[in-house]
């Protein structure tokens, strides 16, 4: 059975919050599980504690699991994904304001996202895992430049969209584009 496991960002979590209730109404339409945690000190994210915690929380992955992450989710999907047995399968992956480079932030900020920066991602080990990888954008995006959309494209060959005045997609509705992945 088709599964999806969304990553929520960087000080968010997984309630009523942007456009995740409309995803999970168009899901449970579908038949589609999904699964949404509050991952841990959502304010002061660690890589080891979201990608320890991902790893706890996830069950039977297999090629109908998709992983679906907004903003630093994004980064803790990929650094999970690392961490997979090279023969395990899964049916794709969405990525949401995703980053690898970040503008516009606080030194405290800096600080926080400084070994999320910093700390290498194998793409190679990412890639054996899934070639259906989306990662959407936003020309206005506050914090994530737009030129990161080219390294998703080079690094993940990810097909990329990039829509207009979505900002960070934190007061976004809806992303009918994510139902085009998960089929």
């Not at 080891?48 to 803790?76: A, M, P, R």
Request: proline letters at 4%.
């Amino acid at each position: 059975m088709k599964k999806v496991y969304l990553v929520h960002g960087w000080g968010g979590n997984n309630s009523s919050e942007k456009w995740f209730p409309w995803l999970k109404e168009q899901l449970q339409k579908r038949d589609i599980n999904l699964y949404a945690f509050n991952f841990p000190d959502t304010n002061n994210p660690k890589i080891s504690e979201w990608v320890n915690f991902l790893e706890k929380n996830t069950k039977e992955i297999d090629e109908e699991t998709y992983f679906l992450g907004h903003s630093i989710g994004c980064q803790t999907i990929m650094r999970y994904l690392e961490r997979l047995p090279n023969n395990k399968k899964v049916a794709g992956c969405i990525f949401v304001a995703g980053w690898f480079n970040l503008k516009g932030l606080t030194e405290e900020e800096k600080e926080i996202a400084k070994p999320w920066l910093e700390t290498r991602i194998d793409f190679n080990k990412i890639k054996k895992h899934t070639n259906n990888f989306l990662a959407i954008f936003s020309t206005d995006d506050p914090v994530v430049p737009i030129s990161d959309s080219k390294l998703f494209e080079e690094k993940l060959n990810a097909k990329v969209i990039i829509k207009d005045n979505e900002e960070h997609f934190n007061d976004t509705k809806e992303i009918k584009e994510i139902l085009e992945v998960i089929k």
